[in-house]
């Protein structure tokens, strides 16, 4: 413990480390790998985001034009982000909200 | 029973217990304070990764892989790179192995750091806890800012290298950063090294001498705490071989030889990072990973060092792309006999000292194991 005293001391005189939750938010970091989102009017629904998603987090019907995305299944990898070769798949920084009901993400070709 | 037989009182010590973070039950056998014997039970958190990894094809693999440990997760899946990579006989470029040592040296400052502050709240030292914690953030902080999550960054690639590159801007903030945080982990080594309370509840508790080290298989800080001069690293893989170093090895065998090993460990882990960090600022902005050409096929093993020890892979395939076999063998399984053979002999109160001092990953280790009869 007598070692330990200076470093509490200094504590003790400095600024907290932490962030007043509620009242202040830590935004997240410029690389972050948050929501995703598809922009419909560049996929050519190659159903490759589905053919390598980690956790089946999305499905794809080409017939249909549509795609389901499930955002409780997603690891937010940003792997379909990374190999979507039309670059229709958008990642944001931000985190999915928590929400009361699990609700799949449909996306629809007009 | 005659009344001349000694009798002993047998305590369950988890598989829910505060100084556990994860289940895990030791049956001790205590002769008042003192512990005689001692048993293990395992299979509380048993997750079958091992058969998801054979129905799951090889390339989802990679993050399945990262999810058996958290926070050695990039470990983990560098590990399965490296096992498949070998199998499809692909180079991987020298930009991407050099960032390869930057994450998973990254993971094991976090573990470290981690580990540090849990034996610190295992003894009662609540302020020392906080503070390691606090250091800790930083780290996190950089996982984010370079991998894109503050724990499991996935950062390798679906095999053949890694997807994210550090260059320009980031280069400066992540050696800025480093520098900072080797200053405050370095302000708490006095704590470490002089302070009474400390050395009360560490020196000479959970004794392990070199030669029952050896014999048990023990591996990574627990071996170097006993004299054992053994690091996968410097086997060389990525690119450990062109960074010249020495393990941390300590004399004593006991609890406080490990918090040595791994506290020095640290340090030495941010060092390793800065030279990486130097080298890549140096070197010219190059391809970061290599796209596999066909399907693995063959078996092979792949070792890494981990954090707690030496990891192991070994994988087998078939030319298709689900894979025969996954054996993966965690560090923490190999240091459990060290453990049960550290404990009898020792005061009751010191057990959650002794248990932590391995640093244990319960839900890592649990694999299927067969026993035969008479433990075969």
């Not at chain 2, 806890?129 to 930083?138: D, G, L, P």
């Not at chain 2, 627990?222 to 170093?245: C, K, N, P, Q």
């Not at chain 2, 130097?278 to 050409?293: C, H, S, W």
């Given at each position: 413990m007598p070692f330990m005293l200076p470093i509490i001391i200094k504590n003790l005189l400095s600024k907290p480390f932490t962030v007043k939750y509620p009242?202040?938010?830590?935004?997240?970091?410029?690389?972050?790998?948050?929501?995703?989102?598809?922009?419909?009017?560049?996929?050519?629904?190659?159903?490759?985001?589905?053919?390598?998603?980690?956790?089946?987090?999305?499905?794809?019907?080409?017939?249909?034009?549509v795609i389901e995305y499930d955002p409780f299944k997603c690891i937010y990898c940003h792997l379909c982000v990374q190999i979507c070769m039309q670059i229709a798949i958008k990642g944001y920084t931000v985190y999915t909200p928590p929400s009361y009901v699990k609700e799949v993400k449909i996306f629809k070709q007009e | 029973m005659s009344s001349s037989e000694k009798k002993y009182t047998i305590l369950p010590f988890g598989p829910q217990h505060p100084v556990l973070p994860e289940p895990i039950q030791l049956t001790l056998k205590c002769d008042e304070?003192?512990?005689?014997?001692?048993?293990?039970?395992?299979?509380?958190?048993?997750?079958?990764?091992?058969?998801?990894?054979?129905?799951?094809?090889?390339k989802r693999n990679v993050y399945l892989?990262?999810?058996?440990?958290?926070?050695?997760?990039?470990?983990?899946?560098?590990?399965?790179?490296?096992?498949?990579?070998?199998?499809?006989?692909?180079?991987?470029?020298?930009?991407?192995?050099?960032?390869?040592?930057?994450?998973?040296?990254?993971?094991?400052?976090?573990?470290?750091?981690?580990?540090?502050?849990?034996?610190?709240?295992?003894?009662?030292?609540?302020?020392?806890?906080?503070?390691?914690?606090?250091?800790?953030?930083?780290?996190?902080?950089?996982?984010?800012?370079?991998?894109?999550?503050?724990?499991?960054?996935?950062?390798?690639?679906?095999?053949?290298?890694?997807?994210?590159?550090?260059?320009?801007?980031?280069?400066?903030?992540?050696?800025?950063?480093?520098?900072?945080?080797?200053?405050?982990?370095?302000?708490?080594?006095?704590?470490?090294?002089?302070?009474?309370?400390?050395?009360?509840r560490t020196v000479g508790k959970g004794y392990l001498p070199r030669d029952l080290a050896v014999k048990l298989g023990a591996?990574?800080?627990?071996?170097?705490?006993?004299?054992?001069?053994?690091?996968?690293?410097?086997?060389?893989?990525?690119?450990?071989?062109?960074?010249?170093?020495?393990?941390v090895v300590e004399k004593d065998g006991d609890s406080y030889a490990r918090v040595l090993v791994r506290f020095y460990e640290t340090l030495q882990s941010i060092d390793i990072m800065l030279r990486v960090?130097?080298?890549?600022?140096?070197?010219?902005?190059?391809?970061?990973?290599?796209?596999?050409?066909?399907?693995?096929?063959?078996?092979t093993i792949s070792r890494v060092e981990q954090p707690r020890g030496?990891?192991?892979?070994?994988?087998?395939?078939?030319?298709?792309?689900?894979?025969?076999?996954?054996?993966?063998k965690t560090p923490t399984l190999s240091n459990l006999p060290p453990l049960l053979a550290m404990l009898p002999g020792s005061e009751l109160a010191d057990v959650p000292v002794i248990v932590l001092s391995i640093d244990p990953c319960i839900a890592c280790a649990e694999r299927y194991v067969k026993i035969g009869k008479g433990g075969e």
């Open positions: 009242f202040e938010k830590r935004e997240p970091l410029p690389k972050h790998k948050g929501q995703i989102e598809f922009d419909m009017s560049k996929c050519d629904l190659c159903q490759d985001c589905e053919r390598l998603c980690p956790s089946v987090a999305i499905k794809v019907y080409p017939n249909a034009k | 304070e003192k512990v005689v014997d001692v048993n293990v039970n395992l299979g509380y958190v048993h997750r079958g990764i091992e058969r998801a990894g054979e129905l799951n094809d090889y892989v990262s999810r058996v440990c958290g926070i050695c997760n990039f470990m983990h899946s560098l590990c399965y790179c490296m096992a498949i990579e070998k199998l499809m006989d692909l180079r991987i470029p020298e930009r991407a192995n050099y960032l390869r040592v930057f994450w998973a040296e990254l993971n094991r400052v976090e573990s470290h750091l981690l580990w540090l502050g849990l034996f610190a709240d295992a003894m009662g030292f609540e302020s020392l806890f906080m503070q390691f914690w606090r250091e800790r953030e930083f780290i996190m902080d950089l996982q984010e800012k370079t991998g894109g999550n503050r724990i499991i960054t996935g950062t390798n690639n679906i095999i053949g290298g890694v997807n994210r590159d550090i260059n320009g801007e980031l280069v400066d903030d992540v050696e800025r950063t480093l520098t900072k945080l080797r200053g405050r982990v370095k302000a708490l080594e006095p704590v470490i090294t002089k302070d009474p309370t400390f050395k009360k591996v990574g800080p627990t071996a170097r705490g006993s004299d054992i001069r053994t690091d996968v690293r410097m086997e060389g893989y990525a690119a450990y071989g062109e960074l010249e170093f020495e393990p960090i130097n080298t890549l600022r140096k070197m010219e902005n190059g391809p970061i990973f290599v796209k596999p050409k066909e399907w693995p096929d063959g078996e030496e990891l192991f892979y070994y994988v087998k395939a078939n030319g298709t792309p689900y894979l025969e076999r996954l054996k993966i």
